[in-house]
């Protein structure tokens, strides 16, 4: 009997994800996958973490659950890495909620998460991604430009309003253009 591939067996968007969001890495054998229901509570723990130290707006688990499929994680034998890809308008959408494990930095973990929210806002045909954050230089790295956040539609600070930096945010803002 022919034994047929795995492959065939996903639906579409398992199919896409293995193509175009799961990267194998090298230097530490993680790859970066769809988030799924089991990996919330290590995801919030790891924004947590960089909450507290005020790098970012921390999640609560009830946003995590609500909010899922827009989550990739790095997974090396646990989550050590979460970015999150939110669309939030015509042709617009955000990466939120990067994070990497303070033993995984600098191994270009990071610029997997970025990557990979990257590729799908162009598969999903969204050609602009901005960014609020506090380490603009990282996002330089992938081609986002400076941008004064009141170009920015007004829908995005329906987050800020959760915010405890509400309205005297000092993040900067971002943006990447796709040239596809
Ligand atoms: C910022 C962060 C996500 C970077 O992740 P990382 O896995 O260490 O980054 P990478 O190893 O993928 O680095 C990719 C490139 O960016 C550079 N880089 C990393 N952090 C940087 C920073 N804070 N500022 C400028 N460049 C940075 C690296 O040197 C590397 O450059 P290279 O390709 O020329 O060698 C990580 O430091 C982190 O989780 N910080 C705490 C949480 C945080 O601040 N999140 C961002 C909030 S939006």
Avoid at 90 to 106: F, W, Y
Avoid at 140 to 160: A, G, M, N, T, Y
């Amino acid at each position: 009997m022919e034994l047929l591939p795995v492959s065939m067996f996903l639906g579409c968007r398992e199919k896409k994800i293995r193509i175009e969001m799961t990267k194998v890495l090298h230097k530490n054998n993680g790859i970066v996958r769809p988030a799924r229901m089991g990996d919330v509570k290590e995801i919030h723990s790891l924004l947590q973490n960089f909450a507290g130290k005020g790098l970012l707006l921390g999640r609560s688990v009830s946003s995590l659950y609500d909010q899922l499929r827009d989550f990739v994680v790095f997974d090396d034998n646990g989550v050590k890495g979460v970015c999150a890809l939110h669309i939030c308008w015509e042709n617009l959408a955000e990466i939120r909620s990067l994070a990497v494990s303070d033993k995984h930095h600098g191994l270009g973990v990071g610029r997997q998460l970025v990557e990979s929210c990257l590729d799908e806002a162009t598969s999903l045909e969204i050609n602009k991604v901005f960014t609020l954050t506090y380490q603009p230089g990282f996002f330089r790295k992938f081609d986002f430009k400076d941008v004064d956040k009141h170009e920015l539609p007004h829908k995005i600070w329906s987050d800020c309003l959760q915010c405890p930096q509400f309205p005297d945010c000092d993040e900067e803002a971002l943006l990447w253009t796709s040239n596809k």
